[in-house]
């Protein structure tokens, strides 16, 4: 069964070291639980899962389906748009390198890869700002 880890308690937190606390997903989580997603392992430990769930012997890897996602989706999305993004009117994105980037995510899924977190994020933000 796998073992629950709790934090070094000898080691202080942001708050105790007397600066600010910046809310960070996943940042405030002790290293020892996020080394090798142990907490969510954890968590499905204790809700009774076998242990082939908890601990698959094969980790699953999508980064192949996000490539081809983005390649096939995402681009297509973000050529439509041009340069009408809201992102880029609140001046986050460079419209010039947002389009130089899509255009070499087009070529193919695995030139895609290199982009795919940034692009799948930019599309996601930007649709869920044109939904509001």
């Given amino acids: 069964m796998t073992e629950v880890v709790k934090p070094d308690a000898a080691e202080p937190g942001p708050a105790e070291q007397g600066g600010e606390v910046p809310v960070r997903f996943g940042q405030r ?8 997603k ?3 392992h954890q968590r499905l430990a204790t809700r009774g899962l076998p242990e082939a769930v908890v601990t698959p012997a094969l980790r699953e890897n999508f980064g192949h389906l996000m490539n081809r996602a983005v ?3 995402a681009t297509g999305l973000l050529r439509g748009w041009g340069k ?5 009117d609140l001046g986050y994105l460079d419209a010039a390198v947002l389009a130089e980037t899509v255009e070499r995510a087009a070529l193919s899924p695995a030139e895609a890869a290199p982009y795919r977190t940034g692009l799948f994020l930019i599309t ?3 649709l869920a700002l044109r939904s509001l």
């Fill in 29 to 36: 989580l002790p290293t020892v639980w996020k080394k090798d």
């Fill in 38 to 40: 142990l907490l969510l």
């Fill in 71 to 73: 390649h096939e989706y």
């Fill in 84 to 88: 009408d993004l809201h992102l880029i």
């Fill in 124 to 126: 996601a933000v930007e």
